[in-house]
């Protein structure tokens, strides 16, 4: 359990935990992680029969994670000690560990959420939707991705070499254990308020851009690639519509200046799909991301040589429509000329020498995120 001046309701949650562990007939300990309590929950816990560990580096994950290393079970079982959670039916839990299942989540909103324990906010709009973002973006069977209830087996979890200090914690736990392909499970489990009176350390806004972001930052497909390639796809497609002429759609004339906004959603779609390439890379290179087969087959036959070749041939692209747009000022003197006939050349020979010039640097960039290391 992690602990911070949780003295209302410690006492009561280690007491029904340890109950649970001998109603079950298994070996077991209650361990509070406590980070840095000034109400005296240290000795309550002590007094209570559960071991203490000081974890000096503030945050729910941080507590966590040092609580998960000093375990020492083959399984653990962690949750909150506010007292809203069911110390007293962890069997489903330790069932579905025997089972095989690696992680075993709670869900909350199959087993039953009291009046009062979980805010309108939370059980509407946030669990819910960070749950479908979670299921979407990683294939995740689980539906209550917060849940702070949960099983596992200890050297499964701790061979994720799990990093985030604060309360996303929960949902890396299940992204990289997803990602792992481990076996994910979930059992009902019920909600109750918490019997604190001071409010909660969860803080709704902050706390549910800090899960968004970090599945966000975890999944540089939703991130960087699909939004990329849908801009470059509308892109490409706009311009080649407009390159031959002006196009009149009922009263709305697209030209030469639709053209411009044209070619700029495809570098930046171009750069994104760069970014999601290089985001992958990095986070397998890292130990963030696991190995993927797709991006090893790229490096045997995408190489630093190849991306200059295509960088090389944008740029020559390029170069020669601007030298043709400049010829042809040229021809009127450099006086004035046809805006948008010019403009029809300029804008697809600018697009291509950016698209050249970010190619052969990404290439460059890749390469160096892609030398062999110790």
Request: glycine share 10%; charged share 20%; proline share 5%.
């Amino acid at each position: 359990m992690p602990c911070l001046n949780e003295a209302e309701t410690l006492e009561t949650c280690i007491r029904k935990a340890s109950a649970s562990i001998e109603a079950l007939g298994v070996p077991g300990e209650v361990l509070i992680a406590d980070n840095g309590s000034t109400d005296g929950s240290q000795e309550i816990a002590r007094r209570a029969g559960a071991r203490v560990v000081d974890v000096p580096v503030r945050g729910y994950g941080a507590a966590l994670q040092a609580g998960i290393v000093a375990a020492r079970g083959r399984f653990v079982i962690m949750g909150d000690a506010d007292d809203s959670y069911d110390f007293t039916s962890l069997g489903p839990f330790l069932d579905e560990l025997r089972a095989g299942g690696d992680l075993v989540m709670g869900n909350r909103f199959a087993g039953g959420i009291a009046p009062g324990a979980m805010p309108p906010l939370h059980r509407y709009l946030g669990n819910p939707v960070l749950s479908f973002v979670g299921r979407l973006f990683f294939r995740s069977p689980i539906k209550d991705f917060h849940c702070g209830l949960r099983g596992f087996k200890r050297d499964a979890i701790a061979a994720l070499d799990l990093r985030t200090t604060g309360m996303e914690f929960a949902s890396e736990m299940v992204v990289r254990a997803q990602l792992a392909k481990l076996d994910l499970r979930e059992v009902p489990t019920t909600l109750q308020p918490d019997g604190r009176s001071r409010p909660p350390h969860l803080r709704s806004w902050r706390d549910g851009w800090r899960h968004l972001r970090f599945l966000l930052l975890y999944s540089p497909r939703w991130l960087f690639l699909y939004p990329g390639f849908v801009l470059i796809l509308l892109g490409l497609a706009a311009m080649v519509a407009l390159l031959p002429g002006k196009r009149v759609i009922g009263d709305v004339a697209f030209d030469v200046q639709t053209l411009m906004f044209a070619g700029g959603a495809v570098v930046v779609g171009f750069q994104a799909v760069v970014f999601a390439v290089l985001t992958k890379v990095f986070g397998i290179t890292q130990g963030l991301l696991p190995t993927d087969v797709r991006i090893e087959r790229m490096f045997k036959f995408v190489r630093l040589e190849t991306g200059l070749l295509v960088g090389a041939f944008l740029l020559i692209v390029g170069l020669g429509g601007s030298i043709a747009a400049f010829a042809h000022w040229s021809s009127k003197d450099f006086g004035a000329i046809d805006f948008t006939s010019s403009m029809r050349v300029l804008v697809p020979s600018l697009v291509a020498l950016m698209l050249g010039f970010e190619t052969v640097l990404a290439s460059f960039f890749l390469s160096v995120l892609g030398l062999p290391k110790r």
